[in-house]
Every structure is written in structure tokens, then in C-alpha cells.
């Protein structure tokens, strides 16, 4: 899901062809400032950046993860209206700098691929990165060509790309745990960040 709630603030009128607008937005992928260009009666072309940021925990495997998702992204999009109407198509290319930044910890021990590691005063440090550029598809309402003034806007889509991840420890770690044991862990966290390849 691309935007869960979206809102526009419109300055100047679209009306017509060559006449362009602003707006500002807020959703999954932060919140952001773009232009938007009327073409024809029935298309549009809008260009957007975005910012977030947001800590979360998660598990994968045995691990205990203290993550922050950094949300960084700009993207250039088309939108067709098929009918008078404010429905349209939207399709375009999201050029992504979106990362997770995780640190696994443990006061005693840490479990990795089913063996006990001493982990005091060590960490498991694991990233997750998307596609510098993903394919976006979607369906919204609202950026009409026709409209002029303020308005409101939404948008529901997918971006589409297979996330890469990395897993490495501290050198005290390191020392313990065998690299093919440590691949099998990120075997596993690949499997979990493999399900938001169509975000």
C-alpha cells in the first residue's frame, strides 16, 4: 500500500493544459511535497519527493531487533483519468533511497542458527534495502486536470521490487559465530523482508 491517507493542498489552478499545481501529502512512504502538470483534458504529469521515519522491534528467527525504517524516495508519475470523473490510473517510477537499519542485542546470549552464542556486550547489526528504482502502480482520486483551487486527493498502489539484506556482529561475535551459520540467519531474514517485495 502506497499511500494509507493522503492530503492535498492545491495552489493555482490545473485547468488546462500546461497549467500546474502544488501539493503535500502524507502516508506509507512519509510525508512529502510535489508538483503536479496537466498535459491534456485526461492526463497528468506529477513529480514527488518524500521523508519518514519510524523505530520499530521485530524478531526474525532467534533475534531481537531494534530497527529504524528511513523513508527517502522521489518519484515521477503519470496519471490518466479514463471519464469526467476525479477516478483515475497512475503509473510511474519511484527512485528509492528507503533502507531499515536493525541492531539485534542481548544480555546473555544470542541463538544463531540454533546455537548459543555469548553475546554480552556484542550485536548483531542487520540492513534491508529496496531497488534504487521500483515500478509503481496504482488507482487514485483527486490531481484532476479540470480542478482549480484547494482540494483533497488519495492514492492506492504498489510499489514493486525485491529488497536485498545484510546480516554482520561485532568482532567479539565474529570470533564465535561461523560464516555459514551466520548466512543461514540472513537466509532467514531475507525470508521476511522477500513478503514487502510488492509494497
Known amino acids: 500500500m502506497r499511500h494509507l491517507i493522503t492530503i492535498l493542498a492545491m495552489a493555482g489552478a490545473v ?4 497549467a500546474t499545481g502544488l501539493y503535500a501529502n502524507i502516508g506509507s512512504d512519509g510525508v512529502g511535497v510535489g508538483a503536479g502538470r496537466a498535459v491534456s483534458e485526461s492526463v497528468g504529469l506529477r513529480g514527488e519527493l518524500n521523508y519518514g521515519r519510524l523505530d520499530y522491534s521485530f524478531k526474525s528467527a532467534d533475534i531481537d531487533y531494534d530497527a529504524t525504517i528511513k523513508l527517502k524516495s522521489a518519484g515521477v508519475y503519470g496519471d490518466w483519468f479514463p471519464t469526467p470523473s476525479a477516478f483515475r490510473l ?3 517510477l519511484n527512485f528509492n533511497g528507503s533502507r531499515i537499519d536493525a541492531t539485534g542485542t542481548s544480555d546473555q546470549t544470542v541463538i544463531i542458527n540454533g546455537r548459543s552464542y555469548s553475546a554480552v556486550g556484542e550485536k548483531v547489526y ?3 534495502e529496496w531497488p534504487s528504482v521500483m515500478p509503481y502502480l496504482g488507482i487514485g482520486f483527486g490531481h484532476g486536470p479540470a480542478a482549480k483551487g484547494w482540494g483533497m486527493f488519495a492514492d492506492l498502489g504498489v510499489l ?10 561485532t568482532p567479539g561475535l565474529a570470533s564465535q559465530v561461523s560464516s555459514a551459520d551466520l548466512e543461514v540467519e540472513r ?12 509494497y
Open 160 to 169: 514493486i521490487g525485491s529488497p536485498k539484506t545484510t546480516l554482520s556482529t
Open 187 to 198: 537466509r532467514k531474514l531475507q525470508e521476511k523482508a522477500d513478503d514487502y517485495r510488492v
Open 90 to 92: 497512475t503509473a510511474g
Open 15 to 18: 485547468g488546462s493544459a500546461g
Open 126 to 128: 542487520a540492513t534491508i
